[in-house]
């Protein structure tokens, strides 16, 4: 109408479904669709205890699975980003009166903070579920499968089956981890076609 108000849309039709989102303000490196498929499947698996994110970015995933801590007690979320000036000074200061969460600063790596994650998946009474969402997701898988137990995921993001970048995943990295018998295919089937994410779990 003449003289209306024309108000942009921002996001075109197309870009809808993957642009990444600020849940509570800060960044994350994820989608709606991703935010819906992580948080309904910890609510239909509420065995699961421990979220360890390789990636955290600049925690707006993480501030939702902190905030899950609130609501159930003994949740734990660990992040891991090498980025350091993606640090947000409110967030670490209210993580350090929370016991069962945090983000460590540092390379995913490194051998100390492996030992970290390795120390917190064994002292989960639940199950824990490793997010490989880094620089390298197919280094993360390698190194970081073997501290899962029997009941535990192994999560990966920007998942496509065929090979399209070397440090995205894919079924080539997957496969072995399958073909091994210690791993099954657990990607729910509610789980957003599109949305790149792929779930395992160890069966042995």
């Known amino acids: 109408m003449m003289g209306e ?15 990444y989102v600020r849940p509570v303000g800060l960044e994350s490196a994820t989608t709606w669709r991703n935010v819906a498929d992580v948080t309904n499947f910890l609510f239909d698996n509420p065995q699961v205890k421990l979220v ?4 955290a970015n600049f925690c707006g995933f993480a501030a939702l699975l902190i905030a899950r801590t609130i609501v159930f007690p003994d949740f734990g979320y660990l992040g891991i980003e090498k980025e350091i000036y ?3 000074a409110n967030l670490e200061f209210y993580m350090a009166s929370r016991p069962r969460c945090r983000v ?4 995913c790596f490194a051998a100390p903070v492996k030992a970290e994650v390795k120390a917190w998946v064994d ?12 620089n ?3 280094e993360e898988i390698r190194q970081y499968h073997p501290f899962l137990r029997v009941g535990d995921y192994l999560m990966m993001h920007d998942y496509s089956h065929e090979k399209l970048c070397d440090e995205n995943p894919s079924w080539q990295d ?3 981890l399958v073909e091994s018998g210690k791993f ?12 790149m994410m792929f779930l395992l779990r160890k069966i042995h």
Do not use: S
């Open 136 to 138: 390298n997701k197919p």
């Open 104 to 107: 460590i600063w540092d390379d």
């Open 184 to 195: 099954q295919i657990a990607t729910p089937d509610y789980w957003a076609v599109g949305a």
């Open 123 to 134: 002292a989960t009474a639940g199950h824990a579920l490793i997010w490989c969402d880094g």
């Open 86 to 88: 993606r640090k947000n």
């Open 52 to 55: 360890v994110e390789i990636g």
């Open 5 to 19: 108000k024309q108000v942009r849309d921002p996001w075109p039709e197309e870009k809808r479904g993957w642009v």
């Open 174 to 176: 997957c496969k072995p």
